[in-house]
């Protein structure tokens, strides 16, 4: 197998046809047309000094490599590098920076984004943090001081779904010399491409709709053309080691392959959930970029293949009544995470951003009465069933 982490020769390919083929080898060995595990430590050297480009795991493994080749592929990058969980692949993004830097960052952002910030590298790194409206071009420069060194976004956000500018917000960052970094992990590249943008890096949480069947964790990030920030992450991802083990690589790239075919009807669903639940007695806002009635649908429509699969909605009964509701839901599963071919429910302010102090979760305008869906594969007239007799409870 040899590692191919380099330019696309995709060409014109299509996304779908990239996702299968692209940047990838049938294994020089055997002929295997899937990348098989290689579960091992290390490698033999001929002489000292002297092998066959892979050394040692930590470094290189080549289950890895492929995924992370197609990984890039698939976001129009140069390169991937694949971690042990998303919040591992944020932290290394982090290392980039100085000690002291400043962060601009989305107000409505992953709990566990917020916690690593605030409660980790805030004392570790003295890393200072302002969160602001990233739907307000005009705030987010405004935020940024002379120690400012990444603006950091994710859109759609968590979990209010709301989105930001993508080229706008690369070229502030050209503008003030400043990193730019996208979680893509709610909308995957099927249903946009941050670097294609302009922006520098793209992180992932490949747990969710990379990955897409629930079953492993993992992060990733991905680099755009600059040649010294791919060199800086590759020392990082060895330096620090919180990398993806083969098999999980494994089946993160199975996932990768069918990842357009999934998320084709993650969002058909999602949009036949949101549509319903707009018109729910029970249903007091409805937020999905696939509506018209989100305040940035016309941004949605230009940036973005299709809504996405996630729909979050604020129900009208109180916080006891929204928990009722919830644990009455049989086919959707009440649980953390989202992504997978299965339809997850979730309850933001204990589950997700239950991290976030009180105040802070109040001034987001995340309730006790919001709640998050992402919308799995199974056929939509069944999950709208469950989710009637569920919202009969309030």
């Not at 969160?131 to 002379?146: G, M, Y």
């Not at 079953?215 to 080691?241: H, K």
Request: proline share 4%; charged share 20%; no cysteine.
């Amino acid at each position: 197998m040899t590692k191919t982490t380099g330019k696309s020769d995709g060409g014109n390919l299509g996304f779908s046809t990239r996702a299968i083929h692209g940047r990838q080898s049938h294994d020089a060995t055997t002929g295997a047309v899937i990348p098989p595990i290689y579960a091992t430590s290390t490698f033999a050297q001929s002489a000292p000094g002297q092998h066959t480009g892979w050394e040692y795991a930590r470094s290189q493994n080549p289950t890895r490599a492929a995924f992370e080749a197609g990984l890039a592929e698939v976001e129009g990058g140069a390169a991937g590098f694949a971690f042990a969980s998303g919040l591992a692949a944020e932290a290394a993004v982090l290392d980039l920076l100085e000690h002291g830097s400043h962060i601009v960052a989305s107000d409505d952002l992953y709990g566990g984004t917020w916690r690593l910030f605030h409660r980790v590298r805030a004392n570790s790194a003295n890393l200072a943090v302002t969160h602001v409206d990233f739907s307000d071009l005009d705030a987010v420069e405004a935020a940024i001081t002379p120690r400012t060194a990444l603006l950091w976004v994710e859109t759609p956000s968590n979990p209010l779904l709301k989105l930001a500018d993508l080229g706008g917000l690369a070229a502030l960052g050209r503008k003030h010399n400043i990193l730019t970094v996208a979680d893509n992990t709610f909308a995957s590249p099927a249903v946009q491409r941050p670097l294609e943008h302009g922006f520098d890096l793209v992180v992932h949480s490949v747990t969710k709709y990379i990955g897409g069947h629930s079953d492993i964790i993992g992060g990733a990030i991905v680099v755009g053309r600059d040649a010294d920030l791919q060199n800086r992450i590759a020392f990082l991802q060895n330096a620090t080691g919180g990398i993806l083990d083969p098999f999980s690589s494994f089946l993160a790239h199975r996932g990768l392959r069918t990842l357009p075919l999934r998320v084709e009807r993650h969002a058909a669903n999602a949009a036949r959930l949101a549509a319903w639940l707009e018109g729910q007695a029970s249903v007091e806002r409805v937020l999905y970029p696939g509506l018209a009635s989100h305040p940035q649908h016309d941004l949605a429509r230009r940036q973005m293949a299709n809504g996405g699969g996630m729909v979050s909605a604020f129900l009208k009964g109180s916080g006891e009544q929204t928990a009722k509701a919830l644990s009455r839901l049989k086919l959707f599963t009440l649980g953390e995470s989202l992504g997978g071919v299965e339809s997850l429910a979730g309850h933001p302010y204990t589950m997700s951003h239950g991290s976030l102090p009180e105040e802070r979760r109040q001034a987001l305008g995340i309730t006790p009465s919001l709640i998050r869906l992402s919308a799995g594969i199974e056929d939509v007239e069944d999950l709208i069933s469950d989710l009637d007799q569920a919202l009969a409870a309030i």
